[in-house]
């Protein structure tokens, strides 16, 4: 796959911009270097309810966790809204969440999309009257920046936002600038990443859809400092970088991405 990409002069940012993601941890793994810079926004997790942490010893919490070997739920959704209030205060963020539960929570397989139009039905509600609340609270005539997953490893509720996001493209842009996000860890694959830009691509392919990298630079290690935030979610913390970044043609160097169809300032 060749990648489309353009060189950002700069890009405004707005404290009416929403960093979405599914679950605590995407946007840091996806796109935090680039929310630590820019410093400003509202940090929104729609699915926080999860009973999922491989290090609970690792974990932020205002206690220790239990001494039994699982830890109760209650306490994992706790502690994994911790790591984010954290990786929002070093971004700037404002913090909210949807309180709703992910698919594995529920008992689905995470990679099973067999139950994604359920999954899609369930969140649509809740999602579209937070993004449109949200929106409703900006200066007139300014569109802010909704920063969404592209739904890459096809993990049942990436793809339901994304579906739901993208289905509701001409409502949204009336409110925001959208921007999919090139999700991480799991676009670090090549082949999942291919496949999950080759399926924004055709559902984009009038819309004029131009790809963004930003790249690190001499902030790799910020950027692993922001990852660490998180580390209730590693057995054993990554000590590189590859993880973390878009396996793209280009540019070569460590990066974060994003489609969009915005047009924007160019080098």
């Known amino acids: 796959m060749l990648d489309e990409i353009q060189g ?56 220790t966790p239990p001494e039994s070997p699982s830890p109760s739920s209650e306490w994992i959704t706790n502690s994994r809204k911790n790591e984010d209030i954290a990786f929002a205060a070093a971004c700037k963020l404002k913090c909210s969440f949807l309180e709703m539960p992910c698919a594995s929570f529920l008992g689905h397989a995470p990679f099973d999309l067999a139950w994604i139009n359920q999954n899609q039905r369930r969140i649509a509600a809740p999602l579209l009257d937070a993004l449109v609340m949200a929106a409703a609270d900006r200066p007139s005539r300014t569109r802010p920046w909704l920063f969404c997953p592209t739904g890459i490893g096809s993990h049942v509720d990436h793809v339901a936002i994304h579906r739901l996001i993208n289905e509701n493209f001409n409502l949204l842009s009336q409110y925001y600038r959208l921007g999919f996000y090139e999700d991480l860890h799991y676009a670090s694959d090549a082949a999942a990443r291919s496949k999950g830009i080759g399926i924004l691509q055709e559902e984009m392919r009038y819309r004029g859809l131009r790809r963004h990298a930003f790249p690190f630079g001499e902030r790799v290690a910020q950027k692993l400092s922001l990852i660490k935030i998180y580390s209730s979610q590693f057995p054993s913390f990554p000590q590189s970088i590859q993880q973390f970044t878009p396996a793209a043609d280009v540019p070569h160097e460590p990066h974060e991405a994003i489609w969009s169809c915005e047009r924007m300032p160019i080098e």
Do not use: E, R, W
């Not at 911009?17 to 946007?27: A, T």
């Open 8 to 63: 950002l002069k700069s890009m405004d940012a707005s404290p009416f911009d929403v960093y979405l993601q599914p679950h605590s941890d995407d946007i840091c793994f996806s796109l935090g270097a680039f929310a630590h810079k820019h410093h400003c926004g509202i940090l929104l997790t729609v699915l926080p309810i999860s009973a999922f942490m491989p290090n609970p010893g690792a974990a932020l919490h205002s206690s």
